[in-house]
């Protein structure tokens, strides 16, 4: 890329190119539970000077500038669903404060010189800004988990890498890792170990950004560190023009063979991903702030609990506006982590069926809530026993896994957080079964509650139609025989009325058509027959995508309905 224009403030700069996107800005501090959206009202590109308004009820907003200094990210998105991220991150910034009416707030800011920063140990921290980027492999147990990353700033003292929230439950703030490997664009890579210093959401799109100390580095790592350090700090001058004698790219920066097919293969991955329905962008945005409270429950030791809530009410809003696009969604949350896609799929339905039972519940909106925290104990058991959700699991670490329940309820009462009555009914049994086989407390029958028979079959459904421990899913109808059949563990009752609800065809299962063409379902009669579909491949061409959407009176188009099929024996892939 060219350089950018030499004059004014730099970091004015910066933040200018980004504005040109879509973009929005987070202010954050280690005094503040929450992230506060802002928005850029004035921004003085030759002072340096940038005014934010931001909404805020409560009377203490200078939590967000202890000390006089604001920190703060601008997330901007280039390409559409959050496929091109840029993140700048300033910290420590003077501000000051000023209140326009009872929650409005005016906060001007004076932005530095420079793009570079002294961190608080004294070193030039580089920021990853217009296009800069390095990769990043944290490995976090020795040759059994490693996470992929992009690099946002380095210094020699160590860096801030940015990871999938998904991959943020397998570390904690204290832990020290085998190793964290940088990967310039050039294919020149770095590698040390590492303690993790910090951790925080990162953005709106599902990321954290995790601080790293490098911890003890040879002479040699430590001089090869300086050199790329003092690449890095080259690079961002020529893209920012900050420096006139600095003409050209760093060679650090410049494309090899290898990144140059990643990126082709990147931009590949980003052509094909449809634009997301609003329906859907709230289903993921449901699933993205669960992550984001487990991360505050780990790592600022307090139960979020407006963030979940809030969550709980999107259902709800969601299943009020059009329950059937929300079902959809609901299966385009495949590709997350299985506790997050589990939570919120039951959720979902169950909100669906107390709604269709009764559209006035007074209980809803608790049981919505300890569905979406009863698989959180799950990732609260992460650890090098049982080092990720994603594996295989042995005998061992399945046995560890029917811990999650206690973890929950030893985590809640920790952070001092009680659940309701109707809450707890959920978080405590729904994995009970009226026949004594479920855990952890084997409860019978009688004492389980007409709420906690629902989830438990909702439960049962939900894992079975998905791939579980490489155990492939089965068909919705092989599904509700085995319910029907294990020996009186559910309520026949329920599943007869679940089957009525959804069907042999349920909203957003990948159907197969005697034409050869494959098709999410997302719409059915009562009698659970499809009226639309959405066609997404010819079998004939499997190496082209479709994106058609058909009704009923078009079907003869693609044949007749043969059933039911499992997306990844055809290769069908979601995007995140």
Not at 24 to 43: C, D, I, R
Not at 174 to 188: A, K, M, N, R
Not at 250 to 275: D, M, N, T, W, Y
Not at 445 to 453: F, I
Request: charged share 20%; hydrophobic share 40%.
């Amino acid at each position: 890329m060219n350089a950018a224009p030499r004059s004014g403030n730099p970091s004015a700069q910066v933040i200018r190119s980004l504005l040109q996107h879509k973009h929005q800005l987070s202010m954050h501090s280690k005094n503040a539970p929450y992230a506060l959206p802002a928005q850029v009202t004035e921004l003085d590109l030759e002072a340096g000077q940038l005014v934010l308004e931001a909404e805020y009820s409560g009377s203490d907003i200078e939590q967000y500038t202890s000390g006089g200094g604001m920190s703060f990210d601008i997330e901007a998105l280039k390409a559409p669903d959050a496929g091109e991220r840029e993140v700048y991150s300033i910290s420590n910034v003077s501000a000051k404060i000023l209140k326009t009416d009872s929650t409005t707030y005016r906060l001007e800011c004076q932005l530095p010189e420079s793009v570079f920063v002294q961190d608080s140990r004294g070193a030039i921290r580089i920021p990853f800004i217009l296009g800069m980027q390095a990769r990043v492999s944290v490995e976090v147990y020795l040759h059994e988990l490693s996470i992929p990353g992009r690099l946002r700033n380095l210094s020699v003292g160590g860096c801030m890498v940015d990871i999938d929230i998904a991959d943020s439950i397998a570390i904690t703030v204290g832990q020290s890792v085998p190793g964290i490997t940088l990967e310039f664009p050039s294919g020149v890579s770095f590698f040390a170990e590492a303690s993790i210093r910090h951790m925080r959401p990162f953005g709106n799109h599902g990321h954290a950004a995790v601080g790293f100390q490098f911890i003890n580095l040879t002479t040699p790592q430590s001089e090869a560190l300086f050199h790329y350090v003092s690449e890095a700090e080259r690079e961002a001058a020529y893209r920012t023009g900050a420096n006139d004698a600095v003409a050209t790219h760093s060679p650090l920066f410049i494309p090899g063979a290898k990144e140059k097919k990643i990126l082709q293969r990147e931009e590949q991955e980003r052509q094909k991903h449809a634009q997301r329905s609003p329906v859907q962008r709230g289903v993921m945005e449901i699933a993205h702030q669960i992550q984001i409270g487990l991360m505050y429950m780990k790592t600022r030791h307090l139960f979020p609990e407006e963030i979940l809530y809030d969550c709980a009410d999107t259902l709800l809003y969601l299943v009020a506006q059009d329950r059937k696009a929300l079902l959809y969604a609901l299966a385009f949350l495949r590709n997350e982590p299985d506790w997050v896609r589990h939570a919120v799929q039951v959720a979902g339905q169950l909100a669906d069926m107390m709604l269709l039972r009764d559209p006035h519940s007074p209980h809803v909106r608790e049981a919505v809530l300890g569905a979406l925290l009863h698989s959180m104990g799950k990732p609260l058991l992460v650890s090098e026993e049982l080092p990720s959700l994603k594996v295989h699991m042995k005998p061992y670490q399945k046995e560890i896994l029917k811990g999650h329940v206690a973890a929950l309820k030893e985590k809640l009462q920790a952070l001092g957080w009680s659940p309701s009555p109707t809450c707890r009914d959920v978080l405590v049994n729904a994995n009970e079964r009226l026949d004594g086989s479920g855990y952890p407390a084997g409860k019978r029958g009688e004492q389980l509650s007409e709420l906690a028979r629902l989830v438990s079959v909702l439960k049962a459904i939900n894992k079975l139609t998905h791939e579980r421990n490489g155990i492939p899913p089965r068909a919705p109808l092989d599904a509700y025989r085995w319910v029907n059949d294990a020996s009186g563990a559910y309520d026949k009752t329920i599943l007869v009325e679940y089957i009525q609800q959804y069907g042999l065809y349920p909203i957003g299962s990948l159907a197969k058509f005697s034409g050869s063409f494959l098709a999410w379902i997302m719409d059915i009669d009562a009698k659970g027959m499809p009226t639309k579909v959405n066609v997404i491949k010819n079998l004939s061409f499997k190496d082209t995508n479709i994106d058609s959407v058909l009704t009923s009176k078009d079907f003869a188009q693609i044949g007749k309905l043969e059933g039911v099929v499992n997306p990844a024996d055809y290769g069908v892939r979601i995007a995140k």
